[in-house]
């Protein structure tokens, strides 16, 4: 299979993907009701509003990252930072997962920090992100537990015990796999050496890991993170104001179609089309909204929110390209 065969595959796939999800979704929808919602029944001012605080995770996003690459040397210019944020949602919409070596590739050009530093300081987000979406999914789940179990009742889905993991033998035949895996690659190192670029490629990574203990006020990168998932937060739990019809919901409910709507998005989807929806909508019903209103609602703001990713993309790229 040559490159360019394996990169167009790479690109479709995820579109395909979530084409075939957002089709089982919609395959009954009356789209001719989409027209009248967007004309006469979305409130644009709340709407605005949850869009401002889209903006803003990016903007704390893009500052908490400048942090972390001070310790290392770098010190690339904050709106810079921001851009290349920008840009890498855009990215995303394109190939998902891409955007994390596009802002690293953005910094390169516009202030010259290295690669593989800024590299190690997304992976650090990366973990810090993850321990934070778990944190909010236990605090979520525990207020919220008959609403999940009713959610994994009616889509399916079988949450198995600890106890009944660890006691599937293929449990343990993967993990003896991965050591292995882990150990030969040890020794395969060891007996012949890494070429010295990969050296320098790893070791810049790691030192971009480490570099989040060395900020120059933690505090502030602290309340960065904190801004940054509450922004999150808001750019969807502001969009239930939008509509008559899911303006009653509490933040509860916007806690665990936030959640939800998180965990969907790790599916390799452009923006998380179809997995989103389905999640979405699925939860909407759990809380009485009808099957018509909740694809609507989650039709219409994904809609619009992957159009801010779009347009804060080109503004991105603009400004960048005009430094050049």
């Known amino acids: 299979m040559n ?3 394996k990169k167009s595959l790479k690109a479709l796939l995820p579109i395909v993907l979530g084409i075939f999800v957002l089709y089982y979704v919609y395959c009954d929808y009356d789209f001719s009701r989409i027209g009248e919602v967007l004309a006469h029944e979305v409130a644009w001012d709340w ?3 949850s869009l401002l605080f889209g903006i803003l995770s990016h903007v704390f996003r893009g500052l908490r990252w400048e942090q972390t690459l001070q310790p290392l040397g770098e010190h690339p210019k904050k709106a810079n930072c921001i851009d290349a944020i920008f840009i890498s949602y855009a990215a995303n919409l394109i190939i998902p997962r891409m955007g994390e070596l596009t802002r690293c590739g953005v910094l390169n050009k516009t202030d010259g920090v290295n690669f ?6 997304v992976v650090t987000e990366r ?24 959610f994994f009742s009616e889509t399916g889905t079988k949450v198995p015990s600890l106890s009944h993991l660890l006691s599937t033998p293929w449990f343990y035949v ?18 012949f050496g890494l070429p010295r670029k990969v050296r320098a490629l790893i070791l810049g990574i790691w030192k971009g890991v480490l570099s989040v203990g060395k900020v120059a ?16 937060l808001l750019h969807f739990y502001l969009t239930f104001y939008c509509f008559d019809f899911s303006s009653h919901l509490g933040l509860l409910a916007g806690l665990v179609m936030f959640v939800g709507g998180t965990f969907a998005v790790i599916v390799p989807t452009p923006n998380g089309a179809g997995p989103w929806h389905f999640a979405v ?18 039709l219409i703001v994904h809609a619009i929110q992957t159009l801010l990713v779009i ?5 991105g790229w603009l400004r960048v390209s005009l430094q050049h």
């Open 281 to 298: 909508i699925t939860m909407m019903m759990l809380y009485g909204i009808s099957a018509s209103d909740a694809a609507t609602f989650a």
């Open 174 to 191: 993967s993990l003896f796999c991965v050591i292995g895996a882990f150990i030969l690659l040890y020794y395969l190192i060891k007996v």
């Open 311 to 315: 347009v804060l993309g080109i503004w």
């Open 47 to 49: 709407m605005a509003l």
């Open 217 to 232: 006020n933690p505090p502030l990168f602290v309340s960065y993170t904190i801004l940054i998932w509450v922004c999150y």
């Open 127 to 150: 973990i810090i992100d993850t321990v934070c979406i778990l944190l909010i999914t236990a605090v979520t789940f525990f207020l919220q537990m008959p609403v999940f179990m009713r």
């Open 116 to 121: 593989s530093k800024a590299l190690g300081t």
């Open 3 to 5: 490159k360019r065969l």
